[in-house]
């Protein structure tokens, strides 16, 4: 399971690409080559209409990312996931950071396996 949510301020509009950010996301986390499974993959994206940033003087934008990942993976594994996941959306967003005010991050929320419920036929097509 790699559930991947980025909050991103609407001030950011159509330049921020946010349909290629999530299948790029899905893709960097497919790329480390089995850690997450491919079926328990998602990535969402909520546009905030309303925030407050830093002295709310100029016209500041964010993108957030939280990673929420099931307890298992070894701490190479989840350093070296979330270095590429971050390279990744600085490369995406490197336009916009050149020309605006702009603040990227990226959280990971690791938690265990009891608290959670799951119901899912995806991963048995990636099954071999």
């Known amino acids: 399971m790699a559930h991947l949510t980025y909050e991103y301020t609407a001030n950011l509009g159509d330049d921020a690409n946010v349909a290629e950010l999530l299948l790029k996301s899905n893709r960097v986390l497919i790329?480390?080559?089995?850690?997450?499974?491919?079926?328990?993959?998602?990535?969402?994206?909520?546009?905030?209409?309303?925030?407050?940033?830093?002295?709310?003087?100029?016209?500041?934008?964010?993108?957030?990312?939280?990673?929420?990942?099931?307890?298992?993976?070894?701490?190479?594994?989840?350093?070296?996931?979330?270095?590429?996941?971050?390279?990744?959306?600085?490369?995406?967003?490197?336009?916009?950071?050149?020309?605006?005010y702009l603040a990227l991050s990226l959280e990971l929320y690791e938690f265990e396996e009891a608290g959670t419920w799951k119901h899912n036929n995806v991963h048995a097509r990636f099954r071999k």
Not at 40 to 47: M, N, Q, V
Not at 67 to 94: N, T
């Open 31 to 100: 790329a480390q080559y089995g850690v997450f499974p491919i079926g328990g993959i998602r990535s969402r994206a909520i546009r905030l209409d309303d925030w407050c940033m830093a002295d709310g003087e100029a016209d500041y934008a964010f993108v957030h990312g939280t990673l929420k990942i099931g307890a298992g993976r070894s701490a190479d594994e989840k350093s070296i996931a979330c270095k590429a996941l971050f390279s990744m959306v600085k490369d995406h967003f490197a336009g916009l950071y050149s020309r605006r």
